[in-house]
């Protein structure tokens, strides 16, 4: 190999090390969407409580949810190392009751009427969601090129 042809793809080696590493998505306002919309679902149905963010429920939302992402046989509940919502957030620190809602959508982008759609005119999922007793909440969302998922996980502390 001649040293001219060494020098470029040392330097293409180089120039490519120093590239920055592929931007994560920042899902924070569907996250906050999503509370929102079951602050407002919570109401509709005649709860007079807040709903707080709850740091160890979006942990154990954030698990499951790119567990889901990475998993592609999980569409609900079940993590694949078998944990359950209550496990999860038992292991993110959080004591109480817990449920947990899932969405997917087979594309890169979900927004909250896509999980609102999926989620509303279900009735166990409803139920979880306009539950007043359900007064902390986590959410976590992740997306690839051909699945995104968003996970909220609500909770009854110390119940």
Request: charged letters at 10%; one cysteine or more.
């Amino acid at each position: 190999m001649s040293t001219r042809l060494a020098g470029v793809i040392l330097a293409v080696f180089a120039c490519g090390a120093a590239l920055p590493a592929v931007a994560h998505a920042d899902n924070a306002r569907l996250n906050n969407s999503v509370i929102a919309n079951v602050y407002t679902i919570q109401h509709q149905a005649g709860c007079t409580n807040d709903i707080a963010v709850s740091p160890q429920l979006r942990l154990a939302a954030e698990w499951h949810a790119n567990d889901v992402l990475g998993n592609r046989q999980l569409d609900g509940d079940l993590g694949s190392d078998g944990s359950t919502p209550q496990t999860r957030a038992q292991a993110a620190g959080f004591r109480g009751k817990v449920f947990q809602t899932v969405a997917i959508n087979q594309s890169i982008a979900i927004n909250n009427l896509d999980v609102l759609n999926q989620w509303y005119y279900d009735p166990p999922t409803y139920a979880i969601m306009a539950n007043c007793a359900n007064t902390v909440m986590g959410v976590w969302s992740e997306n690839s090129p051909d699945r995104s998922v968003v996970v909220a996980v609500y909770g009854q502390p110390g119940a």
